[in-house]
């Protein structure tokens, strides 16, 4: 028999999580976005607005954790030889360092340096699902959707940066894909404020046409084991 579904307040209206088989997903938590030296700083953004996600997130991988939940991780970067680096991206702009070229941290979002590591705080766990994407979408030229649909996957609950990059860019291909998606507001950041801000709005407008968002308490609260 099925176990019942966790009501989560959120917008915009309540969110029905069915135990088990809701992954936690948590999106491109790196020091390359995160950290001074990183991918993020080199385009000329302040990295210290991301810092906020990261125990709001930490507490959501202690929840689903403890229930032994799916947890997947999501890593943006690339093959050190670049080849699945398309020139449009790495081209764009006149950033002071491009993706792979040699910063602080190694070179920039290219998978096996050190910037391309998950912040320390939310490395994973053994048994924990760890995609590594060359896109914004975390569904683009990966194996998410396999390893979701292996595990009876259906519901997502979204942690990570940046909200309207990589974030906003996989709850929609999730979507599209039939999986519920619920966007942590704590748990995810942006170095534009009013981005973050846009996008909740519109994951939420129209009836929820991309999903749903809550707090941190909220999705705790619903998902705290009972006494
Ligand atoms: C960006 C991301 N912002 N993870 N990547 O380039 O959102």
Known sequence: MMKPTLTVDALPFAF????GRTALIVID??????????FGAALGNDVSL???AIEPTRALLQAWR???WPVVHTREGHAPDLHDCPPAKRERGKPGLRIGDAGPMGRLLVRGEPGHDIVPALAPLPGEVLIDKPGKGAFYGTALHEALQ??????LVFAGVTTEVCVQTTMREANDRGY???????ATQSYFPEFKAATLSMVTAQGGIVGWV???AAVLAAVHPQA
């Open 214 to 216: 809550a707090s941190l």
């Open 66 to 68: 403890e229930r032994g």
């Open 16 to 19: 029905e999580l069915p135990p």
């Open 180 to 186: 519920d998606g619920l966007l942590v507001d704590e």
């Open 50 to 52: 991301l810092q906020s």
């Open 150 to 155: 292996v595990r009876g996957v259906t519901h």
């Open 29 to 38: 938590m790196q020091r390359d976005f995160i950290e001074p030296g990183g």
